[in-house]
């Protein structure tokens, strides 16, 4: 399964994040099958390749919760509605 996901790169304690497209059984921090948009939380910048991600999304690959954040709150995605 192809899973949108954040890799961990910079110094420490000032991580930033890759958002990625990999398989969900490889490590965190393994080789992507492509690289869709960055993230840093600590300036709250973000950049995305849009119609990457759309395409990503369209052939079934799952974001992670963080991920889906980020896309909702870029307006990619539909807000989830909270579950009962």
């Known amino acids: 399964m192809i899973k949108l996901r954040l ?3 910079g110094k420490k304690r000032a991580a930033s994040y890759r958002i ?10 393994g080789r992507p099958l ?3 948009g960055y993230y840093n939380p600590i300036t709250d910048e973000t ?4 119609d990457a ?9 799952q974001p992670t919760d ?5 896309l909702e ?12």
């Open 7 to 9: 890799k961990r790169y």
């Open 20 to 29: 990625v497209a990999m398989n969900s059984r490889d490590r965190r921090d």
């Open 34 to 36: 492509e690289e869709l």
């Open 47 to 50: 950049r995305l390749h849009v």
């Open 53 to 61: 991600i759309a395409k990503r999304l369209k052939d079934g690959a």
């Open 66 to 70: 963080t991920v889906r954040r980020i």
């Open 73 to 84: 709150k870029a307006s990619l995605l539909e807000p989830a509605k909270a579950k009962a």
